[in-house]
């Protein structure tokens, strides 16, 4: 169920609306610091200051379909959040649409890889951008703690992952990910290989119809984005990340946007995650206008 709120520029009901935006006000797991349950009406609110219009893409937000649900009902248990969050993105994709999701936490991302990957069947992929590779088994006591995400994902939905960003992790993750043949760029090879490049890699490499992207904000570097939970310096830098968002954005099926705490900066991280959602939405909006 849904608690209503709303995002400016979000002006279709759910009925006629194509892009379905919803929080998920959760952050149990949390370790460092925790705070991304703020995250969803922060970016809400620091949505206010931007115009609708996108001189990019020559695309008005006000003219696209796009509905807020508001937040998502959370419980104190993760799992129960997750089958929640699982069956709501399930019906969202029913429904024709395409759900974004602002978190919370990472963890949450894995309800809605596991809703589009079923939606999706064969054809499917992800590509995650994040400062870690969460690919702990467990953490704290917790299956579903936000560093174990990708390892959750990998085991029990699909091996087809790209991560870019990369830049933190316990030794036995980067073996892991060696060892595995895993696929993934970290930041430093994005500065020197340059965004563009490793996006067209990342794509044949993923080679799928259908793609789901998730945005752990700690991507991107702390001084573009210093409201977060586990912040790494040496990150992305926002307009790379912008670059990535549009590039992706017209195969995407589903979106997160997680690990923003606001309480942490003065409101630039939400605005950042605000304005990239809102890129995201234009770039996927003008690619179905062009088909
Ligand atoms: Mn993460
Ligand atoms: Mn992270």
């Given at each position: 169920?849904?608690?209503?709120?709303?995002?400016?520029?979000?002006?279709?009901?759910?009925?006629?609306?194509?892009?379905?935006?919803?929080?998920?006000?959760?952050?149990?797991?949390?370790?460092?610091?925790?705070?991304?349950?703020?995250?969803?009406?922060?970016?809400?609110?620091?949505?206010?200051?931007?115009?609708?219009?996108?001189?990019?893409?020559?695309?008005?937000?006000?003219?696209?379909?796009?509905?807020?649900?508001?937040?998502?009902?959370?419980?104190?248990?993760?799992?129960?959040?997750?089958?929640?969050?699982?069956?709501?993105?399930?019906?969202?994709?029913?429904?024709?649409?395409?759900?974004?999701?602002?978190?919370?936490?990472?963890?949450?991302?894995?309800?809605m890889v596991k809703a589009c990957s079923e939606f999706a069947g064969e054809d499917f992929g992800v590509l995650i951008l994040d400062a870690h590779f969460d690919l702990r088994e467990e953490y704290r006591g917790f299956k579903h703690n936000h560093a174990c995400v990708s390892r959750n994902i990998l085991n029990q939905i699909t091996e087809n992952i790209v991560f870019i960003g990369?830049?933190?992790?316990?030794?036995?993750?980067?073996?892991?990910?060696?060892?595995?043949?895993?696929?993934?760029?970290?930041?430093?090879?994005?500065?020197?290989?340059?965004?563009?490049?490793?996006?067209?890699?990342?794509?044949?490499?993923?080679?799928?119809?259908?793609?789901?992207?998730?945005?752990?904000?700690?991507?991107?570097?702390?001084?573009?984005?210093?409201?977060?939970?586990?912040?790494?310096?040496?990150?992305?830098?926002?307009?790379?990340?912008?670059?990535?968002?549009?590039?992706?954005?017209?195969?995407?099926?589903?979106?997160?946007?997680?690990?923003?705490?606001?309480?942490?900066?003065?409101?630039?991280?939400?605005?950042?995650?605000?304005?990239?959602?809102?890129?995201?939405?234009?770039?996927?909006?003008?690619?179905?206008?062009?088909?």
């Amino acid at each position: 169920m849904f608690l209503p709120n709303s995002f400016v520029d979000a002006l279709a009901d759910y009925k006629s609306a194509y892009y379905v935006i919803f929080g998920v006000p959760f952050d149990n797991t949390s370790s460092f610091r925790a705070g991304s349950r703020w995250a969803p009406d922060a970016i809400r609110q620091v949505s206010a200051n931007f115009e609708s219009y996108n001189p990019t893409f020559d695309i008005d937000l006000v003219d696209l379909p796009i509905y807020d649900a508001g937040n998502l009902e959370t419980s104190a248990s993760v799992n129960e959040t997750l089958q929640n969050l699982y069956e709501a993105t399930k019906n969202i994709l029913r429904d024709g649409k395409l759900p974004i999701m602002l978190g919370g936490e990472h963890s949450l991302t894995f309800a809605m890889v596991k809703a589009c990957s079923e939606f999706a069947g064969e054809d499917f992929g992800v590509l995650i951008l994040d400062a870690h590779f969460d690919l702990r088994e467990e953490y704290r006591g917790f299956k579903h703690n936000h560093a174990c995400v990708s390892r959750n994902i990998l085991n029990q939905i699909t091996e087809n992952i790209v991560f870019i960003g990369i830049r933190s992790g316990p030794e036995e993750e980067w073996i892991f990910a060696r060892e595995n043949n895993l696929k993934y760029y970290t930041a430093d090879d994005v500065e020197y290989i340059g965004v563009v490049e490793v996006l067209k890699k990342a794509i044949e490499w993923l080679d799928c119809k259908h793609l789901y992207l998730s945005l752990d904000m700690d991507a991107i570097d702390p001084a573009y984005a210093p409201g977060l939970g586990t912040p790494e310096p040496f990150g992305m830098n926002a307009r790379d990340i912008r670059t990535a968002v549009r590039t992706l954005a017209p195969f995407t099926m589903g979106l997160d946007i997680v690990e923003i705490a606001p309480e942490y900066d003065s409101g630039q991280t939400a605005m950042l995650g605000a304005k990239v959602m809102r890129e995201f939405i234009a770039s996927h909006a003008k690619s179905r206008m062009n088909l």
